[in-house]
């Protein structure tokens, strides 16, 4: 994964939540860009949660970044007319 993919999704207007899948099967969820850190030279990210915790990843372990598909309308599926 580059920086650059990494950037577009973090800095994505409206933000959209997403998912960084990890070559040893973890998948370290990002909810907010304000959680996501990218650190000089931009190999490293800091990736915090809502409870405090956080994941310092090395961009070369990401394998692909995960976007939650929107949620359908809601209603019954009839349009009005």
Same mark, same amino acid.
């Not at 800095?11 to 990218?38: K, M, Q, S, T, Y």
């Not at 915790?53 to 394998?63: G, H, K, M, N, Y």
């Given at each position: 994964?580059?920086?650059?993919?990494?950037?577009?999704?973090?800095?994505?207007?409206?933000?959209?939540?997403?998912?960084?899948?990890?070559?040893?099967?973890?998948?370290? *969820?990002?909810?907010?860009? /304000?959680?996501?850190?990218? %650190?000089?030279?931009?190999? =490293?990210? #800091? +990736?915090?949660? *809502?409870?405090?915790?956080? /994941?310092?990843?090395?961009? %070369?372990?990401?394998?692909? =970044?995960? #976007? +939650?598909?929107?949620?359908?309308?809601?209603?019954?599926?009839?349009?009005?007319?």
């Amino acid at each position: 994964m580059t920086i650059e993919q990494v950037r577009s999704f973090h800095r994505a207007r409206p933000f959209v939540p997403f998912i960084l899948h990890l070559a040893d099967g973890r998948a370290i *969820p990002v909810v907010h860009n /304000e959680f996501l850190a990218i %650190l000089p030279p931009g190999r =490293i990210v #800091v +990736a915090n949660q *809502p409870d405090g915790a956080f /994941e310092v990843v090395d961009l %070369l372990l990401v394998t692909s =970044i995960a #976007v +939650a598909a929107p949620a359908p309308p809601q209603g019954n599926g009839q349009q009005s007319q």
